[in-house]
């Protein structure tokens, strides 16, 4: 089992930042991605960025040149830097890990960019 704790959500004015971060703990020795989805109201779950262990990484086209996914190994924690936010940016945001095939989600973090 893999357990995901995120943090960091919060309001914040267009042109502002935020950091999220998802910390794992469990059974994550055979982590093949780790990335951050998003769900605003009344829309399907999108992905936001992925890395996988090779360090490669996927931004949504949305978001790039503004979002930055990045990891720290020795606390098995993922982040996501989000710069020049936007009110389309408004969403519950989610960890996901994918270990061993299985797919894992954290319990989600609200991001409100509203002035």
């Known amino acids: 089992q893999v357990q995901l704790v995120e943090s960091g959500g919060g309001l914040v004015q267009p042109g502002g930042s935020l950091r999220l971060s998802c910390a794992a703990s469990?059974?994550?020795?055979?982590?093949?991605?780790m990335g951050w989805y998003r769900q605003a109201p009344g829309k399907q779950r999108e992905l936001v960025a992925r890395?996988?262990?090779?360090?490669?990484?996927d931004y949504a086209d949305s978001v790039k040149g503004r979002f930055t996914i990045s990891r720290d190994n020795a606390k098995n924690t993922v982040y996501l830097q989000m710069n020049n936010l936007k009110p389309e940016d408004t969403a519950v945001y989610y960890c996901?890990?994918?270990?061993?095939?299985?797919?894992?989600w954290g319990q989600g973090t609200q991001v409100t960019v509203n002035s």
């Open positions: 890395m996988r262990t090779s360090g490669t990484t």
């Open positions: 996901r890990w994918v270990v061993a095939g299985n797919a894992y």
């Open positions: 469990g059974s994550i020795f055979n982590t093949v991605s």
